[in-house]
């Protein structure tokens, strides 16, 4: 969408580079959506929900923000104005109705350079409530940015509904993307932070390809080349980027033990969620410890940063090795340590990263030692001004990564969710099913006897 003469025109941040980088992996531009809906235990007024949408535009000004091409390049800018003028509404008789309608709208490509760099759809729910389902290109939002649009959304309608004053404004992404143009004292910031970072990610060996099917995939790719020493597959092949989705929940009763633990213990459910899978991979990859994980940092450091929409996190390479005489209770020690160490270097832009693990693992542009994106999306009962919510991602059809994986503790159901975004031409729903079960009863085995080592774990947990 080309703006009108006299705009101000800027470039891509580096958070957003990291979205363009994506697109060159894929040929579904839809690889990069954020759709997400929460249904909310009330029947909301849609007309004045309509007006609330239009406010929470003029606010959130990455909602405003439109993309183009200029030549080989694509620049920015932000409109002044812009409403929907309508927004449709369904009524879902079933969850299962509900989901694939979501879903087929999170797979379809969205028309950023024609102008569409979000959807907003209303729907009643089966059972019940009322639900907002948003679909935005990574390019304006990110995850945070995206729950940002919901809880400053409610705040505006609770207004309308009550008369009351707006809630204070938001901070400015454009002010944020005005920041990082031309910047020769951040670049030379982003320098020195990636120097530190590069020798973290390059450690003294290569990291190993742990797949959540084994080292099946590694095995393949080892023959197809006939190198028996491969340990970095070539997995970003943008023909076969098909996804499938799967949710699978905790028992109350399991979920139950993790938040006992963790309150005992006071640690983030994140490190333990996280070892969970790491200790598994180890297990069922030939007890190859060494994992490197990208994990979604949301990037916001200041006030004005968290309360700000638009696209400022990005992945962030969590490398762990694991000490199988280590004990489980030490081992969440260390991770929290490395996620300390990550996030205060955490400015360090992707591309940085990536260029760094293929000059120095002296990759091809196919190959990554990355096996998932990890996240784990806090959540409380709080969060939408005390109304009982649900939450749902969607699945977007095709991604570059073999997998994402999105953990979270549901605040209400009080049970633990876990999505599996995963590319079906490297892992099945049965082997990702698998692979989930045998995560839950490593995270029990840790919880339930934290002394124990790593290693008794794994082999506990690989008969």
């Known amino acids: 969408m080309k703006p009108q003469k006299n705009k101000t025109i800027y470039h891509l941040i580096h958070s957003q580079d990291m979205v363009q980088y994506m697109w060159r992996y894929t040929l579904h531009m839809q690889a990069t959506h954020i759709p997400f809906s929460l249904v909310f235990d009330e029947e909301l007024d849609f007309s004045l929900l309509v ?17 183009f091409r200029q030549g080989l390049k694509i620049r920015e800018y932000f409109l002044d104005e812009y409403r929907l003028e309508k927004i449709p509404l369904k009524t879902f008789r079933t969850r299962q109705e509900q989901e694939r309608v979501l879903d087929a709208d999170a797979s379809t490509k969205l028309d950023v350079f024609g102008g569409e760099t979000f959807r907003v759809i209303f729907f009643r729910a089966p059972g019940g409530g009322s639900g907002i389902y948003l679909n935005a290109s990574h390019m304006i939002m990110d995850a945070m940015a995206a729950f940002m649009f919901f809880k400053d959304l409610l705040a505006v309608y609770d207004s309308l509904k009550n008369g009351t004053p707006m809630p204070r404004p938001l901070s400015r992404y454009e002010d944020i993307i005005a920041s990082e143009q031309d910047n020769p004292a951040l670049e030379e910031h982003l320098a020195k932070e990636g120097k530190i970072l590069e020798d973290w990610v390059v450690m003294d060996r290569r990291p190993v390809f742990n797949a959540m099917n084994g080292p099946k995939v590694l095995d393949r790719h080892s023959r197809l080349v006939h190198k028996k020493d491969l340990n970095m597959p070539f997995v970003y092949m943008p023909l076969n980027d098909k996804t499938h989705l799967l949710k699978l929940r905790l028992s109350r009763e399991d979920s139950a033990k993790i938040d006992a633990f963790v309150a005992e213990n006071r640690l983030s459910p994140e490190w333990v969620v996280q070892l969970g899978m790491r200790l598994y991979l180890s297990a069922i990859n030939r007890h190859a410890n060494d994992s490197l994980f990208w994990v979604l940092c949301p990037r916001r450091k200041t006030v004005k940063e968290k309360r700000c929409g638009g696209t400022l996190a990005s992945p962030m390479p969590w490398r762990e090795i694991l000490r199988e005489d280590k004990t489980f209770r030490q081992t969440l020690d260390q991770l929290a340590q490395t996620q300390a160490f990550l996030f205060r270097h955490s400015d360090v832009p992707y591309l940085t990263v990536r260029e760094t693990e293929l000059r120095r693992f002296h990759l091809t542009l196919l190959q990554s030692a990355n096996s998932m994106m990890f996240s784990y999306l806090p959540l409380d009962e709080n969060t939408f001004g005390g109304r009982k919510y649900e939450i749902a991602g969607y699945n977007i059809g095709y991604y570059v990564i073999p997998v994402y994986t999105l953990a979270l503790r549901d605040p209400f159901e009080k049970r633990y969710v876990f999505s599996y975004i995963h590319r079906l031409w490297l892992t099945t729903d049965e082997e990702v099913e698998r692979f989930h079960a045998g995560v839950v009863r ?22």
Do not use: Q
């Not at 029990?444 to 947990?461: D, F, H, Q, R, S």
């Open 51 to 67: 007006k609330a949408v239009n406010l929470e535009i003029a606010r959130n000004d990455c909602l405003r923000l439109r993309l």
């Open 442 to 463: 490593t995270i029990l085995a840790g919880i339930e006897n934290p002394e124990k080592t790593l290693g008794e774990i794994m082999e506990e947990v690989s008969c």
